[in-house]
């Protein structure tokens, strides 16, 4: 069974850092390309990054603006996200999902992120 | 980057009504998009890949069609399970852009 669990969420001020992380399991970790994908509370669903198998091809969304670093182990079956300069509005549900190019077959529970002072 | 639009924001239907849910892409994506149901405390769960191609599992009332620029979800006759938030997801190019979401409400 494909597994997918979200840790690392929690509290943090605003301009202050946070890693989450992603432990993939049922599957072959290193096949497949994992993505980041958030929702602020109440809002809509929102891209944040993906990064292919061997972390040849990383994107972000523009929003982003080079404050987040999406990155994997595969010796270890885990996808990270650092986020830096943390805002009010990084405030939200994060979701890693496996698939390529959008095509997200499996979810994760989420974790909460929330950025107050 | 391309820009969706998806549209009605929020429908109220019943029971065994027929609900189609539109998203606009603002340029061609071939079959490049996808549909998601989205549970209040839930994660998303995939229903629809490659515009049409129904996921294994989901019932065979949910639809996907259309190609290009235009997109429609079809929910053939409602079950009290339906009522959620779907969100369309095009998967062209990147950045990727989901849809606005629609939520579907009981009469």
């Not at chain 1, 939200?92 to 909460?112: F, H, I, M, P």
């Not at chain 2, 129904?54 to 069609?65: A, N």
Request: charged share 15%.
């Amino acid at each position: 069974e494909v597994q997918l669990v979200e840790s690392g969420g929690g509290l943090v001020k605003p301009g202050g850092s946070l890693r989450l992380s992603c432990a993939g399991s049922g599957f072959t970790f290193s096949s497949f390309s994992m993505n980041w994908v958030r929702q602020a509370p109440g809002k809509g669903l929102e891209w944040v990054s993906s990064i292919s198998p061997n972390s040849d091809y990383i994107y972000y969304a523009d929003s982003l603006k080079g404050r987040f670093t999406i990155s994997r182990d595969n010796a270890q079956n885990s996808l990270f996200l650092q986020m830096n300069s943390l805002r009010a509005e990084d405030t939200g549900v994060y979701y890693c999902a496996r698939g390529s190019y959008g095509d997200y077959e499996y979810w994760g529970q989420g974790t909460l992120v929330t950025v107050s002072s | 980057d391309i820009q969706v639009t998806q549209s009605p924001p929020s429908v109220s239907a019943s029971v065994g009504d027929r609900v189609t849910i539109t998203c606009r892409a603002s340029q061609g994506i071939g079959s490049a998009l996808g549909w998601y149901q989205q549970k209040p405390g839930e994660a998303p769960k995939r229903l629809i890949y490659a515009a049409s191609s129904l996921q294994s599992g989901v019932p065979s009332r949910f639809s996907g069609s259309g190609s290009g620029t235009e997109f429609t979800l079809t929910i053939s006759s409602l079950q009290p399970e339906d009522f959620a938030t779907y969100y369309c997801l095009q998967q062209n190019s990147y950045p990727l852009t989901f849809g606005q979401g629609t939520r579907l409400e009981i009469k």
